[in-house]
């Protein structure tokens, strides 16, 4: 009997060790997942920002004021989307390691999808994509605006990604007495 109970704990001992083994390799295929979406997604603007800035070192002395303007505008953009997938690196990171701050407060959704479209319209202009805001009224949510925003941003780059020049992505909020619903829909894949 004595046998038979070391020989049971040695198995329970043994899928406990496989279970946190295939936990472990599945973390690890997460991590190298996301290192590879996050190393494509900051190809995008890091490209512009080297094409743009090679451009204007090129050609300053040939280009007038309104076209040196308006490349500086569109390195500033790329600059601030780079800055904003850095900033959701990082808040994965507090994430993964329970150090997130959540501070919810009221916001006003309007303002919020302003801040995250100004952002990204250099993306979706590149692709000749319309972005749509859709709301009956002024709403107001109650969120963290980090959250808020990560979340947004991620979903309107996603949907400005997968669609194909010349689409367009709606931004709709609906409020009931209770929730608001925010939906982003796209004509892409």
């Avoid at 279970?19 to 590879?36: M, R, T």
């Avoid at 390691?97 to 993306?123: M, T």
């Avoid at 009224?137 to 990560?150: G, H, L, P, R, S």
């Amino acid at each position: 009997a004595f046998q038979n109970k070391e020989k049971e704990k040695r198995a329970e001992e043994l899928i406990i060790s496989n279970n946190e083994l295939k936990q472990l390799l599945q973390l690890n295929a997460d991590k190298d997942l996301f290192i590879s979406i996050l190393a494509h997604d900051l190809r995008s603007p890091f490209n512009a920002l080297i094409g743009l800035s090679e451009l204007l070192t090129e050609n300053i002395r040939k280009y007038d004021i309104d076209k040196i303007e308006n490349f500086v505008n569109r390195i500033n953009k790329s600059a601030r989307t780079t800055f904003n997938l850095l900033e959701d690196i990082l808040m994965w990171a507090r994430t993964k390691q329970g150090k997130i701050p959540f501070k919810p407060q009221i916001l006003s959704f309007r303002d919020i999808c302003s801040d995250i479209l100004e952002i990204l319209n250099p993306n979706a202009d590149a692709k000749n994509i319309k972005i749509n805001y859709f709301a009956s009224e002024e709403i107001n949510i109650f969120a963290d605006i980090d959250m808020m925003k990560t979340v947004l941003r991620n979903l309107v780059s996603n949907a400005i990604k997968f669609t194909n020049n010349g689409g367009q992505i709606d931004i709709n909020a609906e409020k009931n007495h209770t929730n608001v619903t925010i939906t982003i829909s796209d004509n892409g894949i």
